[in-house]
């Protein structure tokens, strides 16, 4: 059985940062590819960062780039989410998710999915 646990959600101020974990268990590593989405209020879950692991490359929304860095160590079957300079439109519950989707930026494709961690940003 597979599960992903995402933590370190909260709330913080905007222009600050967080770092976000999702820790994996049974064989979603083994999966083709690992990406993180949001959701916020009233509005469709969105991709924000996503790999495959036979690729060694890394995909980000615009709205993100360059404030946010997706990760993953091995060792610990981790996939991490590091946020900075964070606005108030990046309020949102964070999700992780494993699978093989053809198109890595398309949520349906993914076949597991953690409950999600609340990232909350104040002005």
């Known amino acids: 059985q597979v599960q992903l646990v995402e933590s370190g959600g909260g709330l913080v101020q905007a222009g600050g940062s967080l770092r976000l974990s999702c820790a994996a268990s049974?064989?979603?590593?083994?999966?083709?590819?690992m990406g993180w989405f949001r959701q916020a209020p009233g509005k469709e879950r969105e991709f924000v960062a996503g790999?495959?692991?036979?690729?060694?490359?890394?995909y980000y929304a615009d709205s993100v780039k360059g404030r946010f860095t997706i990760s993953s160590d091995n060792a610990k079957n981790t996939v991490y989410l590091q946020m900075s300079s964070l606005k108030p439109e990046d309020t949102a519950v964070y999700y992780c998710?494993?699978?093989?989707?053809?198109?890595?930026?398309?949520?349906?494709?993914?076949?597991?999915w953690g409950q999600g961690t609340q990232v909350t940003v104040s002005s």
């Open positions: 998710a494993a699978g093989d989707p053809l198109q890595i930026r398309v949520p349906t494709g993914y076949i597991y």
């Open positions: 790999f495959r692991w036979n690729g060694g490359v890394t």
């Open positions: 049974g064989r979603a590593f083994s999966r083709n590819a």
